[in-house]
């Protein structure tokens, strides 16, 4: 297209007056997160010691490689505790900026569970987890690349964590794997404040408020819904979730503040899709994937 001066003086002027939307500014590319959100499921399911796994490790590996000032992959074992195998685990850490001592952890877990105990008619098979797993990494890769192209002032430690989601019901002490190896092994400086994304890509997006993480970090809680609703997206409702037992709570346990930003209504009050095998890809939507992702990076230009 050719721009003649008139229409390029009025569209100057249509932004000045209209205000450039947000979500135009952050540059955040919901589609490709969603390409990626796909292309993970592509790999299968993703639980400790799967083919999947491996894939997954080399996906993320290949992506954030090139993107971060430095890479980590922080290997670690542990006895299964429901077979006599042992466990291989990796939280990978992707650091941007890594000297600086004012930081922030943006998180994910990208393992998927090795069954889907509510799943009607395959309980004990593993699933691919669109939602619970690659909605939450979809959005930090993308964030990845708009942070290498345009900075932000504070250090990011972009982490994904694994064995976030190994326990069987009501066996807390296996779940939380990865964070809780990571609390103890931390990447030097250590952050101050910790955002974690979980079952963030639920076309029918609704993100309430969890108790646990509005006790540790009120602030930070409210300026990011406030964002949110700012931009537009009233997907964020500044209103009592459910309480969440979720990668968050190591960070907490050692001081940090950290809030889980999730939606653990998929899609309605009744969790219908959660731990079965409809948590795929067509229940999530790069919509929902934009809400979040581009509130994120709005928020981090902000710092
Ligand atoms: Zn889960």
């Known amino acids: 297209m050719q721009l003649n001066f008139h229409t390029f003086y009025l569209s100057i002027l249509l932004i000045m007056c209209s205000g450039v939307p947000l979500a135009a500014q952050s540059g955040f590319d919901a589609e490709r997160a969603f390409e990626d959100l796909h292309a993970q499921c592509d790999l299968g399911p993703r639980n400790p010691n799967s083919d999947g796994a491996q894939a997954a490790i080399q996906f993320y590996s290949s992506i954030l490689k090139p993107l971060a000032d430095t890479l980590h992959l922080q290997n670690f074992q542990m006895d299964d505790p429901y077979s006599s195998e042992q466990l291989n685990l990796t939280n990978i850490v992707a650091r941007f900026q890594p000297k600086k001592t004012q930081r922030i952890i943006l998180c994910a877990h990208w393992d998927t569970r090795p069954r889907a105990e509510y799943d009607p008619t395959a309980p004990t098979r593993p699933m691919i987890g669109a939602n619970d797993g690659a909605s939450g990494v979809a959005i930090l890769l993308e ?10 002032n504070p250090g990011i430690d972009i982490i994904l964590f694994d064995g976030e989601d190994y326990g069987e019901p009501r066996d807390l002490e296996h779940y939380l794997l990865g964070s809780r190896y990571y609390v103890e092994h931390p990447f030097k400086p ?3 404040r910790v955002i974690l994304l979980d079952m963030v890509g639920d076309a029918e997006l609704t993100i309430k408020v969890d108790p646990v993480s509005y006790r540790s970090a009120p602030r930070l809680i409210e300026e990011i819904w ?3 609703n700012d931009i537009g997206y009233d997907q964020f409702q500044l209103v009592t979730g459910a309480s969440m037992y979720d990668d968050h709570v190591p960070f ?8 889980d930003i ?7 009050p009744n969790n219908a899709y959660w731990h079965t095998h409809d948590d795929t890809p067509d229940k999530c939507s790069a919509e929902s994937l934009e809400a979040v992702g581009n509130t994120l990076l709005s928020w981090l230009y902000q710092q």
């Open 190 to 192: 250590m952050a101050q």
């Open 226 to 228: 406030a964002l949110a």
């Open 143 to 152: 964030i990845a690349r708009q942070l290498q192209s345009n900075p932000v």
């Open 262 to 268: 999730i939606d653990f209504e998929y899609p309605g």
């Open 252 to 259: 907490i346990e050692k001081g940090i503040q950290a809030i």
